[in-house]
């Protein structure tokens, strides 16, 4: 087990393992971000807590799912997620934007924020 991992165990994530599974979330939630992570990647783990965060506080109607792209490669593939981390965000079942390796978190609660408040404001 990677000793980053340790870090998270106690967190209560919503893991996505099967691609049905993914869309099932993507059709059924008005707003939603999968995170797509491995738990070798240093700048996944950095990042995790940091989009926890501004989901509880900015975004607590959007749902945050995980999916670890080793573990679960086929997931990854089919949404063409081919580098770690990527998070995808969808509104109303549709891609929005997506956004790999280096994140911005202010950039992504922007890119957010519009569609956002139109939904749930």
Known sequence: MNIFASIFDDMDFNIIEKIEQANQKIISNKALLIYFYNDNCVPCLSLRPKVIALFADSFPEMKLYFVDSVKNSEIAAHYNSFSNPTLIIFFEGKEHRRFSKFIS??????????????IFE
Do not use: C, G, N, V
């Not at 978190?105 to 139109?118: D, M, N, T, W």
């Open 105 to 118: 978190i202010h950039q992504l609660a922007e890119e957010i924020r519009k569609p956002y408040s139109i």
